[in-house]
Structures are given as structure tokens and as C-alpha cells.
């Protein structure tokens, strides 16, 4: 199937390049933004309706929730270069003056740290208490590296030790549990 090329747009030539941009970097997807895609997509999370590789002026985000004024950038490796972190603030900054907050992600800890990611995303949201579908035991992030991830982020979630506030009942979750033998 042939990608549509915009050729005639309201905005003008400049929104047609952005328009066809826009729809490029929907086709070429990290795996990073694909995993987080198919986390956020739908409502899944908190209910919030988030939009991916959304023209804001000049910019594409990410991914963006225009009910919560939320954006969510997902960073690759040429972000962390000085002239991509000074991108990146100033893409921030012009963000922030327009009302939006910013979380950003590497990609490392969409892919590795995934739990953490949505944590924080589920407390951006504003929403209380844990995430309604947490990881079963043993998967996600652990808690030593929940602690490291605090301290080496600044203001990432993280720190969390114990278990879970709202353990899953038995028979609750994905896997029901099996059926008993009822004895009269």
C-alpha cells in the first residue's frame, strides 16, 4: 500500500511538510513507541484518550492527552547528545509557555522499566492510588532498581519498596483460578 503524500493542506506548504512528517514518524515507530502505543492506546489507562505523533505549532509529540494537558516524549539516543538535550529544553520550554506539561522517557526505561514508566504516567494523570493493573509478582521493575531509578531521576517514581497496596484477590486478574470441587 503507497503512503498518501499531502499536497494541498489548509496550513500551506510549511503544514504539508509537517503533515507528511507527522504521518512518517506514524509508519516508522521505535519499538520503544510502539510498546507505550499499545499501552496507551484506547483509553487503557486511566481512561485518558492520548493521540500519537500529534502536530502541537511547530512540533511532534510523541504521544499527547489533550484532556489532561500531558505530553509524553519518547527519547532516543539521539536525544542525549548536547545539541538533542538542548533541543529538548527548548521544545520543553516552548511547551510549558503553551500550557502542556512534559514527561520524557528514554527509551531504555519504556522497554526495560515499564511499570515504572506507566506509574508515572498513571500519577501525571492525576489518578489516585496504584495502577488498576498491576504487573503479577516477579515482573516489572524490581525494588532496588525502583530505588536506583529515584535517585538517578529527578522526579521520577521510585523508591517504592513492600508489596503491592491493592494485592489482586484470588481469581482475580488474567488467569482466573481454577474451578473446586463444591461438596454438599
Given at each position: 500500500?503507497?503512503?498518501?503524500?499531502?499536497?494541498?493542506?489548509?496550513?500551506?506548504?510549511?503544514?504539508?511538510?509537517?503533515?507528511?512528517?507527522?504521518?512518517?514518524?506514524?509508519?516508522?515507530?521505535?519499538?520503544?513507541?510502539?510498546?507505550?502505543?499499545?499501552?496507551?492506546?484506547?483509553?487503557?489507562?486511566?481512561?485518558?484518550?492520548?493521540?500519537?505523533q500529534?502536530?502541537?505549532?511547530?512540533?511532534?509529540?510523541?504521544?499527547?492527552?489533550?484532556?489532561?494537558?500531558?505530553?509524553?516524549?519518547?527519547?532516543?539516543s539521539?536525544?542525549?547528545?548536547?545539541?538533542?538535550?538542548?533541543?529538548?529544553r527548548?521544545?520543553?520550554?516552548?511547551?510549558?509557555?503553551?500550557?502542556?506539561?512534559?514527561?520524557?522517557?528514554?527509551?531504555?526505561?519504556?522497554?526495560?522499566?515499564?511499570?515504572?514508566?506507566?506509574?508515572s504516567i498513571?500519577?501525571?494523570?492525576?489518578?489516585?492510588?496504584?495502577h488498576?493493573?498491576?504487573?503479577?509478582?516477579?515482573?516489572?521493575?524490581?525494588a532496588?532498581?525502583?530505588?536506583?531509578?529515584?535517585?538517578?531521576?529527578?522526579?521520577?517514581?521510585?523508591?517504592r519498596?513492600?508489596?503491592?497496596?491493592?494485592p489482586?484477590?484470588?481469581?482475580?486478574?488474567?488467569?482466573?483460578?481454577?474451578?473446586?470441587?463444591?461438596?454438599?
Amino acid at each position: 500500500m503507497r503512503a498518501r503524500v499531502a499536497t494541498n493542506y489548509r496550513g500551506g506548504e510549511r503544514s504539508v511538510r509537517l503533515l507528511n512528517r507527522v504521518r512518517q514518524l506514524r509508519r516508522e515507530q521505535t519499538d520503544a513507541e510502539k510498546r507505550l502505543w499499545f499501552l496507551l492506546n484506547s483509553r487503557q489507562l486511566g481512561g485518558a484518550k492520548f493521540r500519537r505523533q500529534h502536530e502541537f505549532g511547530p512540533v511532534v509529540l510523541d504521544f499527547f492527552c489533550p484532556e489532561q494537558h500531558l505530553v509524553i516524549e519518547v527519547d532516543g539516543s539521539q536525544h542525549l547528545t548536547e545539541e538533542g538535550l538542548a533541543r529538548d529544553r527548548g521544545r520543553t520550554r516552548y511547551l510549558e509557555k503553551n500550557g502542556l506539561r512534559v514527561l520524557r522517557f528514554t527509551d531504555r526505561e519504556v522497554l526495560l522499566e515499564t511499570d515504572g514508566v506507566l506509574e508515572s504516567i498513571w500519577e501525571a494523570l492525576g489518578q489516585p492510588g496504584p495502577h488498576p493493573n498491576p504487573l503479577p509478582e516477579g515482573e516489572g521493575i524490581s525494588a532496588p532498581a525502583a530505588q536506583q531509578r529515584g535517585r538517578d531521576r529527578e522526579g521520577a517514581v521510585g523508591g517504592r519498596t513492600g508489596p503491592h497496596p491493592r494485592p489482586l484477590r484470588e481469581g482475580e486478574g488474567p488467569h482466573p483460578a481454577p474451578p473446586t470441587k463444591e461438596t454438599h
